[in-house]
């Protein structure tokens, strides 16, 4: 899935954009309880990130630094919105209610603490989770088949 692989220009800017929209992700994905945003743009915008990365360095460079099994990450982002929605029934609430409260922290000052954040990580995960399985599932059967009809062995990558 490499898009280009010896433009030093794009592998380049690829470093600076990846952590522009990875923090930007960051900052949708905590301001999302309070306003708009929250795991599931946040999500997008890590999988944007993660994808412009494959494209630019291929996809066995990421996946040596980033071994991550994305398939596995969405089954835990559900698992984790599922038990945060359900932990309400503990407390006597209906299913998905959730609460907040706030913390003093000497150097950041007051913080609030809400258990729609846990939610929001549960959608996190499982977008970028299902955004990365799709696209690189695609790429990957894309490549197999120009292999295929390159006259290349399969087996030989």
């Known amino acids: 899935m490499e898009f280009s692989p010896n433009n030093l220009i794009f592998k380049t800017t690829t470093v600076l954009i990846s952590f522009l929209l990875l923090g930007f992700s960051v900052y949708l994905f905590f301001s999302g309880h309070n306003s708009p945003g929250g795991g599931f743009i946040g999500g997008l915008g890590t999988a944007a990130a993660l994808v412009l990365m494959y494209m630019a360095y291929g996809f066995k460079t990421v996946s040596k630094i980033l071994p991550i099994n994305y398939r596995v990450l969405t089954i835990t982002g559900v698992l984790i919105a599922i038990l945060s929605s359900a932990g309400s029934f503990l407390f006597g609430q209906p299913f998905l209610s959730h609460t907040f409260t706030y913390i003093h922290l000497p150097v950041l000052g007051e913080l609030e603490l809400a258990t729609a954040t846990i939610f929001d990580l549960g959608v996190y995960l499982t977008v970028v989770g299902i955004a990365l399985t799709i696209i690189l599932s695609i790429a ?18």
């Open 140 to 157: 990957q059967d894309r490549s197999s088949s120009e292999e295929n009809a390159s006259g290349k062995d399969i087996d030989s990558r």
